[in-house]
Every structure is written in C-alpha cells, then in structure tokens.
C-alpha cells in the first residue's frame, strides 16, 4: 500500500469520463488529489507502468446493504415483502462481530472489482465503518433510524453521535439511513427531516420500490410516496432516493424542483420482481443526478458495478422498447453521479478530482479488439468486475492483482470470513 | 494439455445438474468420456487436485456468430434493421483469414468462461471449425445459406460437402444455416428442409426477433413465422428456433408439437430493444427444450454464458412480475437443454456424459460464503465468467488458468490477433 503519492505511467487508455478518451497519458496523484492528466511525470512517490492499462474513475455503488453478503443465496425466489420476511428473521440476530466480517467480505469483492465508494444501509455501521477505514474504501454510512415512540430518540442520539463520531473521517460520510415509508411512522420521517436540515447530512431511503407500496400511501395518506415525503418535509437536496420502479410524473417533478437525488437498482429490481419501470429517460431528462446501486448481495447477488451498468442500460432498452438510454448514461450514472449523491468530488479522472480509480487489463479477451473508439463499450458491455486489476481510493492503492503476497493473505481471509458466517448461518438454521 | 484420461480428486462440490450438489467426490474421465463420480480413482491420466474448485458441466452457447467478436463495440446503439445495415456493410468485407482470428478470439473468451460448446451461424464456417478444432472446443457449423436461384445450388453444394467433411469430427457438429424468413425466399427455406431431411441435419435459424418481422410475415403470406415455417416443411424436430420474442400461444403449441428446440438470447433482445417477450415459462412448460445463447459479441457483447443465464432470470422476473422463472430453469437451459440442442451427450456431470466440464474457484470472493445449499445461487447470479479456472472438452483439459506458460502464449497471441483486428477495421473506414 503506498502514501497519497501516486504517478500511473503511459496509461494505454484513460476513461476521463463518459466517450472521452486520451491515450499514453500519465496521471500524477498528489495527497489524495488527481494533480495532473497529461505528460508531468512525478516520481516522488509509488509508480504503476500503466502501459497495458486502461484507466476509469472509481465506481460509485450508489445503493447497497453491502453486509448482506452473508444472506447471498440464502432467498432467491421470493418477491420483496415475503423475501423481507426471512430476511428480517435472521436480521433478527445479527452480531456486531457478523456485521464486520459480511461487511468486510463485501468490500473485498467491491475493491476488486472497481468499486472505491459505496453507500450503505444496515445494522451496526461503526462495524462497516471500520472496515472501511481498514481496507481504504470510502462509504456513506449511518445507524438505522428505527420505529416507535420511545426508541426514537435513542436513534436520533446514535445518528448525532455517529455524526460527530465519523463527521471528520477522510472516508466516511455520515448519512441518516430510514428504510421506507412502509416500516416507518409519520414521527420518525419527520423526526429525520428535521435531524437531516440540523446536521447537514443526507438521508438515504428506498421509495416506490413496489406497487403495494404505493397503493397502500395512496390509501392511507391520499398521496403518492414522495408526495408524502414532501409533505413532511424529508424531500431536499439533501435526499437520496432509491427504487422509485413506481414513480409517477408529477413525482419526478417534485423531485427535480427539490433537487433531490435518485438511484436506480435495475438487478435487485428485477431480481425480487417489483417490476415497475424506473423511468431512467424522464429523470437525466429532468437534470436529476440518477446514480447506480447494486442493493444488497442478497437481492442481486454480487457487488459488481461493471454488471450493473450493463444491466442498467440493458433493461431500460426492454421497457422502453427503444435505444436512447446508452453507455454513456451507465457510465456517468456509476461515477460522475454517484460522486453528486456521495456529495465528494469523485467520478473524473480530471485534475481536481480524489484519486478513486479504477485500473483495468487494456488486454483481457473479453475486450477485444479493443480502441479508443469502443472503449466505453467495451468496459459497459463486456468487462467484468474481474477485469480490475488495481483500485486507488483517496490517492492509495488498496487493492492490486500483482501483488501477490497481499492477494494471498486476502484469500485466506475470505475464507476464514466465509467459514465464520456458515457457522453463523447454520447456527440459525437450528434454531 | 492431456491426453482423454482424467481424474478430478477431491472435487469440493460438483453441481451434477440443477440443484444436485455432491461434495469431495473424484471424477474420473476414459475416452472422453464419464466414467464415474464418487469414490473411485484411477490415476492412469492427468490428475487435477480440485479441493478448491467447483466442478459444473460445460456450458452450452446455443446461439452465437462467434467471429462477431470482429465487431463488438462497432454499431452499439442502433435497433435491429439499423444495426443490420451497418454491420452488412462491414462483413460484405469478411475474409477467410479475418474470420479465422476473429473465432479464435471468441474461443478463447469461451474457453476462459466456461464454455465447451456453442452453436454458430457465420461466413467461412470452416475457419471456425479450424479454430475450433485447433483450440479443442466443440462446435455446431455450418455455411450460411444464401438467397437468389442461381446461388441456391452453390449454397446447397457448399452445405453438402460442409457434412461430408466435418461429419466424423468428434467436434464439429454441421448444421444448416439460414439467416430468417425475411432474408431468405421461400425457395431456399424449402430447399432446407429438403436438406435438413436427407443429411439429417438441424437447420438453425432466427424466428420472430421484431414485431416488424412478425407483420411483414403476417402481410405476406397471411401466417406467423412459426405457421409459415411449418407450412414449408421447416419446422420439425430437426430445428433450432431463435430469438422467438414475438411468438404466439399456438406457435408454441406447434413447436411442441413438432419436437424443435428453441433459444432465448436475453442479452442480444435487450440490448437491440426487440422489444417482446420470450414466454420461457410456457415453453418450458410445454415440454420444449430451451437453450440459452449470448448471440454474436456485436450484440451482447460478451459470450459470457453465466452472465446470460442471470440475465435471463432476472428478464423473465422483470416482464413476468413473478419470481417463477429461477437459477435451476437457467441452468438446465444452458446445459442439459444445450447438450438437447447439439444433439450431443452432454450437459451434466453423471456416468455416460462426454467429459465436457467448467472448473471454478470455489474461494472466488464473489461466491461467499458458498455453501452445498447456496451453489446453484452461486452459480447463476453472483459468479462471473472469470471464476472459471479450468475448463474440460471432450476429456481433454483446454483451458487451465494455472498453467502460466501456456497463459503467456494465449495472451500474446490474442494481443496479436486484436491489432490485426483493428487494423482491419480501419481500413474499413478508410474505404
């Protein structure tokens, strides 16, 4: 692992951003910081011959429960509300110690993948937040905001101490985390809207994942969710919506007026059924920033940001019976976007920019023939996470194929991890 | 690579079909061929230590145009007759030589992911079975046949001698070859099935891809395209029927009833936005074998066929709103129903199969924690084409990810081919 100085040589291509490619350029990384793109050459630190290289900024994973890698496969053919039903049963259990084991098997699988920054929702985030800290990747995390009376303000003071806690953190971006209005009452909403305006923190929740979900607001309330939303207060800048497979018209309106921030999850979307159609189109048209998520590993089943953003645009084709939503709507929704939800200067490879980026090998097969005209292709359509050959977060290598001593040392804790949690697993199953 | 005889030891789980797990069993391979899975050992051959790995059956592309690897990335977003358009225009270019590297190419992305055999529909069929057989994967080829009177002879000639020549390849599969109903005239579909009747051949064709299709179909002969096949003698137990996005219940029934085999191409219909609805429950509950297939990398654009059977469940999920469609349906379709396709004996690891196999790593970060319980999930939606660390055709071991030397070569060889590639390309442009 090297400092915050970094200079990755005669990069064979560099991804700047969506469609813009330069060829045989260096990048200079300077505490943290992208310094230059261009010819500078600064030895003063680490240097990576990129020369079979191809350079991308770190993927966002806008949206994800990323300790939920110990419920991979454990529900795959239920639909969200009777999946949620076996998964809060085990939920039901969780243990700090499993939360920061599962959290960090998920951020070796994100950082070898491309993945420098991920926004989390689950039990235990100091856990998460650890392991964050450990393996260097950056994450927007916060403790559950939970229902009833009497347990509400005991979650609004672990979310102000968490705040205070991690507020400073060069990785950590502290966020109120509510799960949806269906688990949640009028108090808490409105609790959070008024914790998210006094802290200056963002608030995370999944919105219009389903048609009952809808149906049922509409019932109770005689308005659509982020109607009701607004009507409390919650909707802001400061909001990051997720699902929205249900959204109406007039509720993408209100969500640009209060420039509000949206996140797609096509592969949990059509994973668990919730059918819908998340109306990519209408939201880039509006000028809201749409980010990318893969949800939790147990609704999609990976954490690969590359099969996403395939998949992104691969559905948006099926439901809208037409080409429009390309490439390069995936790509800027998976770093330039998702850097606008993180609210950090991320999602470039340009100066200015945090060196998060993401090294691919410019000779996989899966990518030839490859050139600077199908290079965006080639890394939407036909990379894989697996093609990531290194991952720099905040100007540091954190994850890097050729260093074969830390490989193996981060092979025998996946497996040791993944021993611990089918124990875990097992002792739940006899319960 | 060895010779026919092989043993996997201490194989830690094998996915003998959908859903039937064993675990630290020895496969053992004689003449190419299943001997046992259980206790035996026979060390007479090559033995491969699998305490690591995960043993699958070899998965089958049912549908591709593997030389299309010349094109990925070229024509992205376009829908199917702008596409077609562009992309003619370039292959009225093709040669013999282009064809050839472009194949290899393909092969080796398969071989890499876990790919044995595929079904293939391309110019100069021979180059690709020269590829294939030099590269040991197996193949189901043969030569496009073309419109017009005058060709029509040469065609059936060409497609004639393809038989006579690969027929005894353990390999190679011929195959006839015909591009659609609105490529081809009536004339040449019923000189087909003529010769898919006499050489007893199958006769490999697209079928109902667009709406546009489906019309003009319609307009003109007053039938849909599965009725029109029918009524010119096409359609029989000897067909290969692809795409079918826009198929009717009773075409179905006539399928049925005529014993043909059909494939879904999730990625390619997505991608194109053909639009439709491929019914696989009602095929498969029909009693009608469904393949899977990537289509050609100009539409995919990979030849990933694990990353296809996950998307073809969570595509059906999406336009079904049900989670009926799941991991073992997407599994059967890719192997035993591939092997139904082929007409071959593969697609499971039992006594009597052909020893066609994948080996992945089963401490891949990606798959945990992987459990007996959780392998076919595994499998299905979270592994990638890169966890396949060895790949097994015909009882020979082609594909081996830890025999660097032979890496190396691959690797040069496929930067080689990918510059000619390019240059060929460019040279296009420049007419």
Known sequence: MSGEE??????????VGDGWVLRDVNVVVRDGVIASVGEEV???GLVLDCSDKVVIPGLVNSHTHAAMTLLRGYCDDAELFGWLKRIWRVEARLTPRIVYLASKLAIYEMLSSGTTAFVDMYFYPEETAKAAEELGIRAALGPPIIEGVGELEGSVA???SFVKDFGRSRLIVPILNVHSIHACSRETLEAVAELSRELEVKVHIHVSETRREVFECKKKYGLFPVEYLDRLGVLSDRCILVHLGWVTSWEIEL????????VHCPSSNTKLATAGFFPF????RSGIAVGLGTDGPASNNTLDMIREMR??????RNNYWDVDVNAADAFRAATLNGGAILGVRVGSVEEGYLADLALLDAYSVRLQPLRA???????????SGADVVATVVDGRLVYDREDEEKIARWREEVRRIAEELNKFMASIAGQ
């Not at 970094?6 to 991804?15: A, E, G, T």
């Not at 998949?311 to 948006?316: F, R, S």
């Open 281 to 284: 189109k209408e939201m880039v």
């Open 255 to 262: 969500i640009r007026e209060k420039g509000a921030c949206v």
């Open 158 to 160: 672990r979310a102000k």
């Open 6 to 15: 970094l200079l990755l040589r005669r990069c064979k291509f560099v991804l």
């Open 311 to 316: 998949m992104a645009v691969l559905l948006q």
């Open 42 to 44: 600064d030895k003063s």
């Open 373 to 383: 005209d199908n290079l965006l292709s080639a890394i939407v359509y036909s990379a």
